[in-house]
């Protein structure tokens, strides 16, 4: 099966700048997650959906960070306007959701993005 | 609060010799612990899980991890690492109504030497 696909792979932008990044879970996940990993750092949760409600988004900065899974399905995440200490890798991840398989969590390739 | 510590930035080992990753976590329920594993440009593997029951629990790869209640540690240990094996691994502790908010620990850098 295709696992979650994240674009673009790199980013480089200017702060204040605006920027968004899309996942796709892989197909029938129910949950899907965005975390922000900076360098040397863990990833840390950002916001967590379960079909297109929001789960969690206790982490989210929400003055400049958005995100939305409309149809359930893809989901994209916004940062507008950018700072620098938003450089970091943005990974997606998705899982089943249901109780057999909620803790395995399948991440994407993740975005770097680079503020400058 | 949940967190979790990996007190080692970086380990260097030979190839062939043993391994063993440390982590250390802290939260006030029983805890789900996860090893999950990062080489560069990928994305995060998991390579092993512990919910309940055997305290030493197998993985994918040849790894295993064995939870300790009494030291709050859950140390990944591998009995011969290859030089695939080199890459970022990270501890977790699942927590939240589902236990599926993963923390992190910062994580160890493997390097192996031929």
């Known amino acids: 099966e295709a696992g979650v696909a994240q674009s673009p792979r790199y980013k480089i932008i200017e702060k204040r700048q605006s920027v968004a990044f899309w996942c796709n879970p892989i197909?029938?996940?129910?949950?899907l997650y965005w975390y922000q990993q900076i360098l040397g750092q863990g990833p840390k949760l950002l916001i967590q959906?379960?079909?297109?409600?929001?789960?969690?988004d206790s982490q989210l900065p929400k003055d400049r960070f958005s995100a939305e899974r409309l149809k359930g399905v893809d989901s994209t995440l916004k940062i507008q306007p950018a700072k620098l200490e938003d450089s970091a890798v943005y990974l997606c991840?998705?899982?089943?959701?249901?109780?057999?398989?909620?803790?395995?969590?399948?991440f994407g390739p993740g975005t770097r993005l680079t503020v400058t | 609060a949940q967190s979790v510590t990996q007190p080692d930035i970086h380990i260097t080992v030979s190839e062939g010799a043993s391994l063993e990753l440390r982590c250390n976590y802290s939260?006030?329920?029983?805890?789900?612990l996860f090893w999950y594993v990062q080489s560069p440009g990928q994305g995060l593997q998991l390579l092993l899980k512990?919910?309940?029951?055997?305290?030493l629990v197998q993985g994918i790869k040849g790894f295993e991890a064995e939870f300790k209640r009494s030291q709050s540690s859950f140390n990944l240990r591998k009995p011969s690492v290859h030089w695939s094996d080199a890459a970022e691994y990270f501890c977790?502790?699942?927590?939240?109504?589902?236990?599926?908010?993963?923390?992190f620990g910062t994580g160890t850098r493997l390097t192996v030497i031929p």
């Open positions: 991840a998705s899982s089943g959701g249901g109780r057999s398989s909620w803790y395995e969590q399948y």
């Open positions: 197909s029938g996940h129910a949950t």
């Open positions: 959906f379960q079909n297109n409600g929001v789960v969690d």
């Open positions: 939260y006030g329920a029983t805890p789900y």
């Open positions: 512990y919910f309940s029951g055997d305290t």
């Open positions: 977790a502790v699942g927590a939240g109504a589902g236990a599926n908010n993963l923390f």
